[in-house]
């Protein structure tokens, strides 16, 4: 959007209730599992175009993680 919208827009009332209705939760984590995801679940021309945008971009992270995508 060429100006897209913004919390400061909206009037103080609402955004006091939105901010008094904000609950804390603390999650006790038991395990992680970790899960390699590089853009297997993509058509071969969406991976093409993620690969070639590493291979292409700075760090060597970038080129690391286009060799994962086959």
């Known amino acids: 959007m060429a100006a897209p919208w913004s919390v400061d827009d909206a009037p103080g ?3 006091d209730r939105l901010v008094q209705a ?3 939760v603390e999650i006790k984590i038991e395990a992680l599992t970790g899960k390699l995801k590089a853009s297997q679940n993509q058509p071969e021309k969406n991976r093409i175009g993620v690969k070639a945008g590493l291979e292409t971009g700075e ?3 970038n080129r690391a993680m286009a060799q994962f995508i086959s």
């Open 13 to 15: 009332d609402f955004t």
């Open 22 to 24: 904000i609950v804390g």
């Open 59 to 61: 760090g060597t992270q």
